[in-house]
């Protein structure tokens, strides 16, 4: 089985950076099958563009723009590219890195596909911090990277004793978050009083109903215009944003930055 070194994806890397224990590359695949591997380190993989089928031996995930996984080094798969671009953001991390920050490799066995926005969010935190790429970068993308694995290590325990209507309502705001979702349709939906739901969800989504949503937007806007394809009032209105001060507003709140200087420093690299 093929083994790959470190920084070392099937594609075309369009940059590469490395920070002592952290390489991230920012690849197109160029590949339309790669048989069975696995990798040197542990690795997030996040989609920016395109789509990818990835099967291991214990589980299959149809990957599409915005999906975020984490493998373990230990987790051989294979991947199937359907014929367009497609372009992967890796942020891959050495067994030294993992020795320094005190994070137990074993509590993030196999692999894990990450749907949570909150997280998705610090991943595209380090992915402008990378377009930056300035003296303060190194330390801010180590910061944001624990602050992933923090937040995946909350959710897996918090997993075990969440009850099923936690895993239908992620996925119902994931699938579309621009639907016109309120507290009566989602306790309707989910057969649960509105004031439970509204008592609960921040105990096991770790914010509001609303901000959740609100991430989800972004998120969403940001892959967008790392695609630079649309306008930014295309975006806004793709995003489910009722106007251009909404989106920016929200955001600059979130990312420190306006959506114009986000596309600016992207396209400098």
């Not at 992620?170 to 009566?184: K, V, Y």
Request: aromatic share 12%; hydrophobic share 30%; proline share 3%.
């Amino acid at each position: 089985m093929n083994k790959l070194k470190n920084g070392k994806y099937f594609g075309n890397q369009n940059q590469e950076l490395r920070f002592n224990d952290i390489i991230i590359t920012d690849t197109e695949y160029t590949h339309e099958k790669v048989d069975w591997h696995y990798h040197e380190n542990p690795y997030f993989t996040y989609l920016i563009q395109g789509k990818l089928f990835e099967a291991s031996k214990k589980k299959s995930d149809y990957l599409t723009s915005g999906s975020l996984l984490f493998h373990n080094w230990q987790d051989a798969h294979y991947n199937i590219k359907p014929p367009e671009y497609t372009r992967g953001f890796h942020i891959e991390l050495n067994s030294e890195w993992f020795k320094k920050s005190g994070i137990q490799l074993f509590d993030f066995e196999g692999s894990t596909n990450i749907k949570n926005p909150q997280i998705k969010t610090l991943v595209n935190k380090i992915f402008l911090e990378t377009k930056i790429n300035d003296e303060h970068s190194q330390i801010s993308i180590e910061l944001l990277i624990l602050e992933i694995f923090s937040k995946i290590k909350g959710r897996k325990s918090q997993s075990k004793k969440q009850p099923k209507w936690v895993n239908i309502l992620q996925e119902l705001i994931t699938d579309d978050p621009n639907s016109n979702l309120s507290l009566p349709s989602l306790s309707k939906e989910l057969n649960i009083h509105s004031a439970h739901l509204s008592r609960d969800f921040s105990k096991y989504f770790g914010t509001t109903l609303g901000e959740y949503i609100r991430l989800q937007k972004v998120n969403k806007a940001t892959l967008l215009i790392a695609k630079n394809q649309c306008s930014l009032t295309e975006i806004c209105y793709q995003c489910g944003f009722y106007d251009q001060s909404h989106f920016i507003s929200n955001f600059k709140r979130i990312y420190k930055t306006t959506p114009s200087v986000f596309l600016s420093k992207i396209l400098k690299r």
